[in-house]
């Protein structure tokens, strides 16, 4: 789960930018076999629309409209195709959510209330009259949809309360390595050899024996080998490490900086909302199971993200404007 704003928004899954994906980590989660419960649809055109042409609008800005044709993996996948299962899996857990919410009796104070309204309205601004009539957007339905994103936040934070999420800058520690890499211990013995030498330098030796080039590279707990990371992790700035064998590779290590305090600042925030989808799943999984969502599979496939209206309302950034302050 990624957090804009304090606020439950989907996080990465095609690029680093991606400002749209699933609730529940990365790759989304499993399909669960429906063991015979309530049925219910899942979200209309005048919804999926208000996502659709959101990330229309954001990733034109950022790339330009070329963005749609540009292929993610070695099938032809294009980026439109990607972006657009990853919203209406999106769509998906957020009806979820929203009737987990009901089923919670889980409801919004008279202050968001007021700020959900004053979403929709700003929306619908946004929009202009002709670009609510071309996403078949009424005001309730603006509404109603600000109040389920809401409550899918309220939700994830009133599940998890208790939980243990702390994590401590141990765990979470990012430093900053340069390394020489070589494919025989005997190269990798020479290399450490020539830096210890009088007059030796850790660049000088990685020009001649390293078969990468040079680079500072973050690394965390659980990123590389037990051993290498034993041996980067007890470094000091300035330290280097003795021969490290890495998955028949061997490395000679230099630490840059021991503690990047903005990347593991970043790593601890990470490591707290995968906590906390791991506490939510159990609950979120066992939910799902007795639900079976039906759509309209005439309209997923008539849905293109570059066809769809161009408009100027954001309805993440909406969203973040009237409830930044709760």
């Known amino acids: 789960m990624k957090k804009r704003n304090g606020q439950w928004i989907a996080a990465g899954g095609v690029t680093a930018v991606l400002t749209l994906s699933l609730f529940l980590g990365g790759c989304g989660v499993k399909e669960?076999?429906?063991?015979?419960?309530?049925e219910q649809k899942e979200y209309g055109?005048?919804?999926?629309?208000?996502?659709v042409t959101s990330e229309r609008l954001r990733y034109e800005?950022?790339?330009?409209?070329?963005?749609?044709?540009?292929?993610?993996?070695?099938?032809?996948?294009?980026?439109?195709?990607?972006?657009?299962?990853?919203?209406?899996?999106?769509?998906?857990?957020?009806?979820?959510?929203?009737?987990?919410?009901?089923?919670?009796?889980?409801?919004?104070s008279g202050q968001e209330q007021e700020a959900v309204?004053?979403?929709?309205?700003a929306y619908l601004a946004a929009l202009g009259g002709g670009g609510a009539e071309a996403l078949?957007?009424?005001?309730?339905?603006?509404?109603?949809?600000?109040?389920?994103?809401?409550?899918?936040?309220?939700?994830?934070?009133?599940?998890?309360?208790?939980?243990?999420?702390?994590?401590s800058d141990s765990e979470a520690r990012v430093i900053t390595v340069e390394e020489i890499e070589t494919s025989d211990a005997e190269t990798a013995s020479a290399a450490l050899a020539a830096i210890q030498a009088e007059g030796g330098s850790f660049q000088a030796a990685a020009k001649e024996y390293s078969e990468k080039p040079l680079e500072e590279i973050r690394i965390y707990r659980g990123q590389r080998g037990t051993a290498y990371e034993s041996a980067a992790f007890d470094?000091?700035?300035?330290?280097?490490?003795?021969?490290?064998?890495?998955n028949g590779k061997y490395y000679v290590i230099l630490c840059v900086?021991?503690?990047?305090?903005?990347?593991?600042?970043?790593?601890?925030?990470?490591?707290?909302?995968?906590?906390?989808?791991?506490?939510?799943?159990?609950?979120?999984?066992?939910?799902?199971?007795?639900?079976?969502?039906?759509?309209?599979?005439?309209?997923?496939?008539?849905?293109?993200?570059?066809?769809?209206?161009?408009?100027?309302?954001?309805?993440?950034?909406?969203?973040?404007?009237?409830?930044?302050?709760?």
Do not use: C
């Not at 055109?45 to 996502?51: D, F, L, N």
């Not at 790339?63 to 032809?76: H, M, P």
């Not at 309204?117 to 309205?121: E, Q």
């Open 32 to 38: 669960a076999i429906f063991s015979g419960g309530r």
């Open 45 to 51: 055109k005048a919804e999926t629309m208000m996502i």
């Open 61 to 108: 800005e950022l790339y330009t409209s070329q963005i749609w044709t540009a292929a993610v993996d070695n099938r032809g996948t294009t980026f439109e195709s990607s972006l657009l299962s990853q919203i209406h899996e999106f769509l998906k857990e957020l009806k979820i959510m929203s009737l987990m919410a009901e089923e919670n009796e889980l409801t919004l």
């Open 117 to 121: 309204r004053a979403a929709a309205d």
């Open 136 to 167: 078949g957007l009424e005001e309730k339905t603006a509404e109603e949809f600000y109040e389920d994103y809401r409550l899918a936040n309220k939700l994830v934070d009133q599940l998890t309360a208790g939980a243990d999420l702390e994590v």
């Open 235 to 246: 470094l000091t700035a300035g330290g280097v490490s003795g021969v490290v064998e890495e």
């Open 257 to 326: 900086n021991d503690y990047d305090e903005a990347a593991t600042q970043e790593r601890k925030e990470w490591m707290v909302r995968q906590r906390k989808n791991e506490t939510f799943y159990n609950a979120y999984q066992e939910f799902k199971t007795e639900l079976l969502l039906t759509g309209d599979d005439a309209l997923w496939e008539e849905i293109r993200i570059s066809d769809s209206p161009q408009v100027s309302a954001d309805f993440f950034a909406v969203y973040e404007e009237a409830f930044g302050s709760l």
